[in-house]
């Protein structure tokens, strides 16, 4: 798989493709991906969203659903529908550049943000519950490529997490082995998503299958000196 590491945003401020606009001002995560399949369905599909589902509503494409939504969906589908509604507001001219999700109960989302000021983006990651954070770099004139982003993700330090000085997404990866998850699960249990960075997802994918390979490798050989 080859993947440009070296692609750079030209900026921040606009997109080109209209359905990550509109996803990006999203912060629930089962919202946006109602949104996404809604937005991007062709054919038959297409037909079906628009008989059942009817257009779109204005509060469904609102950076945050509205309680009586959330209410609604949480009871008929399940708490996971909380998951990224509880993130902090974006502040002027902040954007969400990333997001690391969770395939916990309440489908926990970290949105890793630029913020243009004085000419240079500042960067941060929040969550639901508070937690600081801290990233390198915090700053730079440019958009980051995505090997530098890459490596924001990688060395992003959340304060009370129990890292061990893994890397951020792999930390979650762990955790589930550890609790004696197979391979698959660990790396399902926690994924990168981007509506700037095209191929981040991607390049976490093909992390998880390199680290699913490595434990499976692992499991094997304990198993064999066991016997």
Not at 192 to 211: D, F, M
Request: aromatic share 10%; hydrophobic share 40%.
């Amino acid at each position: 798989m080859s993947i440009d590491l070296e692609f750079r945003p030209a900026h921040y401020a606009d997109f080109d493709d209209p359905v990550a606009l509109a996803l990006n001002g999203i912060k629930g995560q089962m919202r946006r991906e109602m949104v996404r399949d809604m937005l991007s369905a062709e054919g038959d599909k297409r037909t079906a969203y628009d008989v059942v589902l009817g257009p779109i509503e204005d509060d469904v494409l609102g950076e945050r659903a509205s309680e009586a939504f959330m209410s609604t969906m949480n009871l008929s589908c399940g708490p996971s529908w909380m998951g990224g509604e509880y993130l902090p507001d974006l502040t002027e001219r902040e954007v969400e550049i990333a997001r690391v999700v969770l395939a916990s109960v309440t489908m926990d989302v970290f949105s890793v943000r630029a913020r243009l000021v004085n000419g240079a983006y500042h960067y941060c990651m929040v969550d639901e519950y508070s937690t600081d954070f801290s990233l390198t770099p915090s700053a730079s004139e440019q958009p980051l490529t995505l090997a530098e982003l890459v490596a924001l993700l990688d060395t992003a330090d959340g304060q009370d997490l129990e890292q061990q000085g893994r890397a951020f997404v792999e930390t979650w990866w762990w955790q589930q082995w550890e609790y004696g998850d197979a391979p698959e699960e660990c790396t399902a249990f926690a994924w990168v998503e981007s509506e700037q960075y095209p191929e981040l997802g991607a390049y976490y994918r093909e992390r998880a299958r390199q680290w699913r390979i490595e434990r499976a490798r692992e499991r094997a050989e304990q198993e064999g000196g066991a016997s």
